[in-house]
């Protein structure tokens, strides 16, 4: 039987005038790959950073299931609590990586870890076995500068999983990168969650990465137009 990890109920979230989200209800279970796909402005980042407590809705809830045993709803938290969720519990790719180009690839992964009080040693250490797992052996001391657009991404993938997060989310984790790359990148960001039993969930316009996630879910206006919950 399939766990649940996120479950939305009602969300709406407003920016002015503009309702980015008008009323959204979405399940997702342990070990999915859900892609959440729609135009520019339908509302499917804004619903990425509601379901990973980034940003608050103004009406509704969402329930996550970080951990085995560990039911929590966002709205019942501070933003220090919620911060302190998606450092130790979520992970993170975004489309530019968001990685520290003064630091070297290792140092990128470990900081990660470090953070939530991991010894240098220690982080360091799980850091470059996660870089190795997933194709950079001898890249470990390349700074970011020094990495292909593919590398820095699966670079960005290890660091969402250093602290060994069950829920990743991934806002268009390829859009910067040409098709072959693109196909490696969502190999690797795969393998490293779903292949694992944890789970992704990936905003993406790109319908190649879409279809390689075990569900679609698509975003007009605000509402999710295909089913939310999995069959």
Known sequence: MNTTVVEARSL???????????????TIHRGESVAIMGASGSGKTTLLHVLAGIITPDSGTVTVQPSAGQTVE???????????????RFGFVFQQGLLIPELTAVENVALASMINGVKKADATAHAASGLAALGLAGMEDR????????????????????????LVFADEPTGALDSHTSQDVMNALLWSTTGHWRTLLVVTHDPEVANRCSRVVSVRDGRIISPAVAA
């Open 74 to 88: 966002l709205s019942e938290l501070g933003e220090s609590a919620r911060s302190r969720l998606r450092r130790e």
């Open 12 to 26: 709406i979230k407003s920016y002015g005038t503009t309702r980015a989200l008008a009323g959204v209800d979405l």
């Open 143 to 166: 700074r970011i500068g020094e990495l292909s657009g593919g590398q820095a991404q699966r670079v960005a993938i290890a660091r969402a999983q250093a602290t060994g997060a069950d």
